[in-house]
């Protein structure tokens, strides 16, 4: 992955947490706490910001639902964390791919790190593994790849012994695959094949007809990454196999974590 100008991180805040019901906050910055090392609950999405400020990051865009504004006035501009947020306002979108691709234009030429606010996970400094390997190689996307626990709800990857991604799977129902995706970097190549790629599926569906003819529904991230591959791009995985992950996304995921 060369030619890339310094690293920003993308940040998807545009959902609605409907699994979640009502809660008393934007599910973004619901309080956690991960275990007994945190001394006080934290917002959840602070612990992404700490790693990335920790990867070397300095540059992230938060892209947010119209309404959400308990967001911005929680995290503000980002100096604590030793970051500059820029907040994008989008209204309804039909997936975070098209949440994600309202930066494209702001980007530029630089790499892009993607972290879910709503997921925690260990080790706390696997960005910096994923852009090692995304600056030492010839991917254009870097996976961060975890032990899902529920794959129905997940991303499954299947990787080679030398770490290539051979496919994804969409939160399939059943499942030998052990490894799911929660982290990723990518390339400004592959920022504009997705910015171009969500194009053609929105005139495809305006059309009545869907990339995957068995699920007629709005494409994936990981969708969009199994299209790159197709088109020959390289996708790279690094697990942490010792790791862990949470997506706080249901009330009992969230319990888990909730003091």
């Not at 310094?6 to 275990?35: M, Q």
């Not at 299947?158 to 970097?185: H, Q, S, Y």
Request: a negative charge; charged letters at 25%.
């Amino acid at each position: 992955m060369s030619g890339a100008a310094d690293p920003v991180a993308l940040i998807p805040a545009a959902g609605l947490a409907r699994r979640l019901g009502r809660p008393a906050a934007s599910k973004e910055i619901l309080p956690v706490r991960l275990g007994p090392d945190d001394v006080e609950a934290r917002p959840v999405c602070e612990y992404l910001l700490d790693s990335l400020s920790a990867a070397g990051v300095r540059r992230a865009f938060v892209i947010l639902r119209r309404g959400k504004w308990d967001i911005p006035e929680v995290l503000g501009n980002g100096d604590r964390f030793g970051l500059r947020l820029t907040y994008l306002v989008t209204d309804a979108t039909p997936g975070i791919p098209y949440t994600l691709d309202q930066a494209s234009p702001l980007i530029g030429n630089g790499t892009v790190l993607l972290g879910f606010p709503d997921i925690l996970y260990h080790p706390r400094d696997a960005f910096g593994a994923l852009l090692r390997r995304a600056r030492d190689g010839s991917a254009e996307v870097v996976l961060g790849l975890f032990p899902a626990d529920d794959p129905s709800r997940m991303d499954m990857v299947d990787i080679d012994a030398d770490g290539r991604v051979r496919n994804i799977v969409i939160k399939p129902e059943t499942t030998t695959l052990t490894l799911t995706w929660v982290l990723a970097v990518w390339s400004p190549e592959f920022t504009r094949f997705m910015h171009d790629y969500l194009g053609s599926v929105l005139a495809a569906v305006a059309g009545g007809r869907y990339p995957d003819p068995d699920s007629p529904r709005e494409p994936y991230v990981g969708d969009v990454i199994r299209a790159a591959m197709a088109k020959g791009m390289r996708v790279e995985g690094v697990v942490f196999q010792g790791g862990n992950c949470v997506d706080i996304g249901t009330p009992e995921d969230l319990a888990r974590v909730t003091p």
